[in-house]
């Protein structure tokens, strides 16, 4: 994808965009800047991923599982997952192997910190997978996780407020194409980068609390994963 170049409106300095994301991070003021709507890739161009290869309903209470400061929960179609304030550490759920595709849920959070983040995984296996995750403190990124759960920052800036449902459901989605990932929230495509550390593997969601005191209680429904 053809990268385009401007100056950060603040300090000058030159910026790189590839035209996905509205907002990026200049490295050297450290402001978050809006991207030029000239400069936009429009997001009709993003390849069309329209078959169907998972539509998890979370029909089947025998799969909520608990352990130790988390408590999972499904019933009439959705996955309510609370972690305790001394659950540190992110938590996964995922299904299934695949290699390009779009992971899509759907999340609301009932209570707990604003810092944590939620969102979907992709690509994971045991060697690590990719996060595509927002706040309702406004911040979001597309995050490398290693075999330890432990993430490594691909892309991250601040949201517009406007772009997250404080109160109600919010819809994110993760695009793995090849090389190629963007997030989309809520219909709108906040970040995109490349990276070919996984190629293929399963398709899930998370909660990432952060640190120990955020405790979370957070509902998922309508997981689906469509390929090309």
Not at 24 to 52: A, G, H, K, M, W
Not at 66 to 88: A, F, M, T, V, W
Not at 143 to 157: G, M, Q, R, V
Request: glycine share 10%; proline share 5%.
């Amino acid at each position: 994808m053809d990268a385009k170049t401007f100056e950060c409106p603040n300090c000058g300095s030159p910026l790189t965009s590839t035209g996905w994301g509205k907002q990026i991070q200049c490295p050297y003021c450290r402001s978050t800047v809006i991207v030029p709507d000239e400069l936009l890739t429009p997001q009709s161009q993003l390849r069309p991923f329209t078959n169907v290869l998972l539509d998890y309903d979370f029909s089947d209470p025998s799969d909520g599982r608990s352990q130790k400061g988390k408590r999972q929960e499904i019933k009439d179609g959705h996955c309510r997952i609370r972690l305790d304030p001394n659950y540190g550490r992110a938590s996964v759920e995922s299904i299934g192997d695949f290699t390009n595709f779009t992971v899509e849920v759907d999340v609301q959070k009932i209570s707990g910190a604003d810092y944590g983040t939620l969102g979907v995984v992709a690509r994971l296996s045991g060697h690590g997978f990719y996060g595509f995750e927002f706040n309702y403190a406004g911040h979001y990124g597309i995050f490398e996780y290693d075999s330890h759960y432990n993430p490594k920052i691909l892309t991250h800036a601040h949201l517009d407020p406007n772009t997250v449902n404080q109160k109600g459901v919010n819809h994110i989605k993760g695009v793995c194409d090849h090389g190629d990932l963007v997030l989309v929230l809520n219909d709108q495509v906040l970040s995109q980068i490349q990276s070919s550390t996984y190629i293929k593997g399963a398709a899930g969601f998370v909660i990432n609390p952060g640190k120990i005191g955020n405790g979370v209680d957070v509902v998922f429904s309508n997981l689906v994963v469509k390929g090309p």
